[in-house]
């Protein structure tokens, strides 16, 4: 196997283990070019669906985020340690991370038709690739890339999907803080995280895009206003008229056996929880001084409004910052505009190339840091989805459905 006529080394050899010998292509961030289409969050944004991880490896849909409930301030915080998840998706569903997704979307929006989909990818994958658009060095990374029908699905390829902290120096206090700072609310304190699919365009390209939330924040300051007479935020049994406002089919019959996928671990599927409405999401971070800026590419394409930093030294949090993001969208993407633009027109040559492989796969690599991306048609294409799940919300995928 080579890599512009140089063999891998040890450090990125498995990022090359499903790939053809030479790169089908190359591209260097100083030779994209803006597309022509301005970006911008104005068109708002639809939610597909929600659910929570169960550390027993079920999911309950709709799930809840944990709620912001603070403590008497100054707290101490132990460092963080022990086993977390990198990509708990493709931990526990490693055949097909996106499958998870899929199996909430049965429950809340089983008619949903994707076929005018161009990217499907999750919140971390886009702004690596931002990163790259904007010129700058990276650490190395890894995506798988399918084409189904003429959607282009982009997977995060991690080394390890799990890392093990041990408390060292260098932690950090993240994980500890938001344990410390939120409370699991409605029936969902055996879950491990709660993940979000919403689907806006970026440019000219219809995107749908799946992130991990942190909290939701009953803002004291925001009552109900004309837009938003009736509270929203429904239990699961009248979860369907959150859904009808959102554009998003009801809910049908209970489902808690496992679904009959191919995937390594069918995921199974319980209906609870409470949909909370998108206006009270929130990031948590841990610094000593974090600044909104720094956030603002997570929060933009999550679509998260609010973001939380615990300001502390050496864990003791003295201070919490809360800031309401959405208003900083508008001038956020004013001063990236140029960088947004270059990773529309980066996705589309990607999407271009991977769907003239043979196979319609494909493997990202970015193996040095200032250097270029390179696209490796995969050997085999084993499918990225369930062919069940493909048949039932594309019309289009033909014979590229892995």
Not at 84 to 102: G, I
Not at 225 to 247: C, F, H, I, Y
Not at 299 to 321: A, C, E, I
Not at 351 to 359: F, I, L, N, P, Y
Request: charged share 25%; net charge neutral; proline share 7%.
């Amino acid at each position: 196997m080579r890599l512009s006529h140089q063999a891998p080394s040890w450090k990125t050899s498995w990022m090359f283990r499903e790939t053809t010998e030479l790169p089908v292509r190359t591209i260097k961030a100083t030779t994209l070019e803006p597309d022509g289409t301005k970006v911008s969050s104005e068109r708002g944004f639809e939610t597909l669906c929600s659910y929570n991880w169960q550390c027993d490896g079920s999911i309950y849909v709709p799930g809840a985020p944990p709620r912001w409930n603070p403590p008497p301030l100054p707290t101490t915080l132990a460092q963080d340690s022990g086993r977390h998840f990198v990509d708990q998706n493709a931990s526990r569903v490693p055949k097909y991370p996106f499958e998870p997704a899929f199996a909430a979307l049965a429950v809340m929006g089983p008619d949903v038709v994707l076929d005018q989909v161009d990217i499907i990818a999750n919140r971390n994958s886009l702004r690596k690739l931002l990163d790259f658009s904007a010129g700058r060095k990276l650490d190395i990374f890894c995506m798988g890339l399918h084409m189904v029908g003429n959607t282009l699905v982009i997977s995060r390829k991690e080394r390890n999907a799990q890392q093990m902290i041990h408390g060292a120096p260098n932690a950090g206090y993240g994980h500890n803080f938001e344990k410390t700072f939120t409370m699991p609310d409605h029936g969902m304190g055996n879950s491990s995280s709660h993940h979000r699919v919403i689907r806006y365009h970026i440019g000219p390209l219809n995107c749908v895009v799946r992130f991990e939330v942190d909290a939701y924040y009953d803002d004291p300051d925001v009552g109900l206003d004309s837009k938003s007479e009736q509270p929203r935020d429904e239990p699961v049994g009248t979860v369907s008229a959150a859904m009808t406002q959102l554009n998003i089919a009801g809910l049908p019959p209970t489902q808690t056996k496992p679904r009959k996928t191919p995937a390594d671990k069918p995921t199974v599927v319980v209906e609870k929880g409470i949909f909370i409405d998108p206006s009270k999401l929130a990031e948590i971070k841990a610094k000593k001084a974090a600044r909104l800026t720094e956030a603002l590419p997570q929060l933009w394409f999550g679509r998260t409004p609010y973001f939380m930093n615990g300001n502390h030294d050496k864990g003791t949090v003295h201070s919490v910052s809360i800031s309401d993001a959405e208003k900083e969208y508008p001038r956020w993407e004013e001063a990236n505009q140029d960088r947004l633009r270059k990773m529309v027109s980066l996705l589309a040559e990607l999407r271009d190339a991977v769907a003239c492989t043979k196979e319609c796969a494909a493997v990202l690599v970015y193996d040095e840091k200032g250097g270029s991306l390179k696209v490796y048609a995969m050997k085999t294409n084993h499918g990225v989805l369930p062919s069940e799940t493909i048949a039932k919300h594309w019309t289009n995928a033909g014979g590229n459905a892995g």
